[in-house]
């Protein structure tokens, strides 16, 4: 058999418990309304690089355990002892950078919010943009958002195109979910 060389075409291959058919059936591509899913995916994406996503999957419970369900307020706060903490938490990404990213990042989240009313009003009023455009645009307000992390988060909220494949069973469904001007 051919290797799959799409997403879309390597979960149709695997059962329905495993991680990467219930993210892909039920997350991947799909617009997310709340500031504190947004902080979550973008941590998430965060956390997967240099790692496979089979690993963040599996750790993604950990994760909304260990950041108190990525309460962008709760996060903003952690200090020097939670960082340590955090640094000794076996079920998530214990990488200092990572860490110290999400916590900035959560500061940074309050900022836009104060700004703009929310993160995700923020992310509405750049868009559209180009792959490009978005990559500068992160790099410039966030501290870890390297281009393949800015793109599979946006790929996965929707805001890029490309989550799926148009053959792909899931695609009508994330098409039904996406504002119009999406």
Not at 174 to 180: D, Q
């Amino acid at each position: 058999m051919e290797k799959p060389k799409t997403y879309c075409e390597a979960v149709v291959l695997m059962d329905n418990d495993n991680v990467h058919k219930m993210y892909h059936d039920n997350e991947y591509g799909f617009p997310i309304e709340d500031d504190n899913e947004l902080f979550a995916r973008l941590v998430l994406e965060i956390n997967q690089a240099g790692l496979s996503w089979t690993t963040i999957l599996k750790k993604k419970d950990n994760f909304y355990k260990a950041y108190e369900g990525f309460d962008i307020e709760k996060v903003a706060a952690f200090d020097e002892e939670k960082f340590a903490e955090l640094i000794k938490e076996p079920g998530i990404i214990r990488n200092r950078l990572k860490i110290a990213a999400t916590i900035e990042n959560a500061k940074r989240l309050l900022l836009i919010q104060e700004e703009n009313g929310s993160f995700k009003t923020w992310l509405d009023e750049h868009h559209p943009k180009t792959r490009e455009e978005w990559m500068k645009l992160f790099k410039k307000t966030f501290k870890f958002t390297g281009g393949e992390i800015v793109n599979e988060f946006l790929l996965s909220t929707g805001y890029l195109p490309g989550a799926h494949v148009s053959t792909c069973s899931i695609y009508k469904q994330v098409l039904a979910t996406k504002p119009k001007w999406l």
